[in-house]
């Protein structure tokens, strides 16, 4: 691919001389967290951007077919048990009221005669994702892939929000220009706002906030849009009277904990606060090993999946042993029954041991079914991160 090398990347975006962690425990004081947020007025803040290209398999098929670019275009894949259902869709499918994870027979009875239905292609995809990824790599050197079509970038520099929006913008025009595709971009100071701002305006949308405005953006906000909030919790916090963010912010931490345990209250505490200290964990280089199936019947049930959990992790770790890796990021993934996929993780810096890695595994299972009403149709194991001294380098499996 012929990038443009002209445009300027000589500023060190990455130094972290310029970078001062002033959050503070999550157990301290409502008044010491308080005090914390204060005191970021006055140094630099991180310049973390979501990028999410926008009904990336159907924007794939309009470039192979530019003829259908202004009619509805739906993706579907076929199920193991025999149906097909709804991967994702364009806009004007959507304006038809199709959705992602639509049984097929549905999405047919709401489509009008124009509309086009293809059959996904996950290869041409990814070679069409590899291609956006160079670009995105041109620009940036701390990237978290986390799909296919998504990505966190770690775009902190001392020139602050005016350079990494310019950075946003041309990897913007970059993919538009070079590609044909468009993404929407969301910029903040942390992981959290960067996923809202992303969420704000699609397609091809574009939104920043900055610490200053952090506030006038969560506060009126419905409570489920915030990151980790699902229809079990949104529906306890509605029962305390909690619809709004600005309603969540009303509670003291301590009450917090007591009603949703130290875990999830104090998330909701920092969250609702617009503070977030994930960073991004750069893993463009990194492999992972991966194994899915499905289960024999849909369910939610922790013992009736629990086999199915045991099987893949020994298949996985088994895996990493033989290639001699490794790892300290283990990831539960989950297909649910309408075909969303949510994946959770957990990140370690010490050794993972078989009966350590299941135990993680489990974990994150019970913390999936503690939060969600649907039931579950595949799950999978991931094991990522790998310690770049031990063993070597081969690339497995991609997003």
Known sequence: MDLDKNISLNEDIHSNKFLFNTQLSVNETNKSLDSSIQLTNFFPQKQIALLDLDYFFAQCETIRNPLIKD???????????????????????????????????????????????????K????????????????????????????????????????????????????????????????????????KMAC????????????????????????????????????????????????????????KLIELFGESKGSMLYNYSRGIDDRVIIVNREKQQISRMITLKKDSIVFDEIKNSLDFLCEIVFNESKKLQKQFKTCSLIVIESDFETITRSKTFDGKIDFEKFKEIIYFLLRDYISDSTKLIRRVGVRISNFDEDYGFQKKLLDF
């Open 199 to 254: 969420e704000e305006k699609k397609p091809d949308g574009f939104t920043i906030i900055p610490y200053s405005k952090k506030d006038d953006f969560l506060l009126k906000k419905n409570v489920k849009k915030i990151h980790g909030v699902g229809p079990n919790l949104e529906l306890l916090l509605k029962n305390i009277g909690v619809y709004k963010i600005g309603d969540l912010r009303k509670i003291h931490l301590e």
């Open 71 to 121: 009619l509805p275009v739906v993706i579907i894949v076929q199920t193991i048990r025999g149906s097909g259902a709804v991967a994702t869709c364009n806009y004007l499918a959507r304006d038809l009221k199709i959705r992602s994870g639509m049984v097929l027979s549905l999405a047919k009875k709401l489509a009008n005669n124009e509309t086009i239905f293809i059959n996904a292609d």
């Open 123 to 194: 290869q041409y995809y990814t070679q069409i994702s590899l291609k956006v990824f160079e670009i995105i790599d041109f620009f940036c050197d701390s990237v978290e892939q986390t799909s296919i079509d998504e990505a966190y970038l770690d775009l902190t520099n001392p020139l602050g929000f005016e350079k990494a929006q310019k950075i946003c913008l041309n990897i913007k025009n970059k993919l538009k220009n070079d590609l044909g595709l468009s993404c929407s971009i969301g910029l903040s100071f942390n992981k959290l706002l960067a």
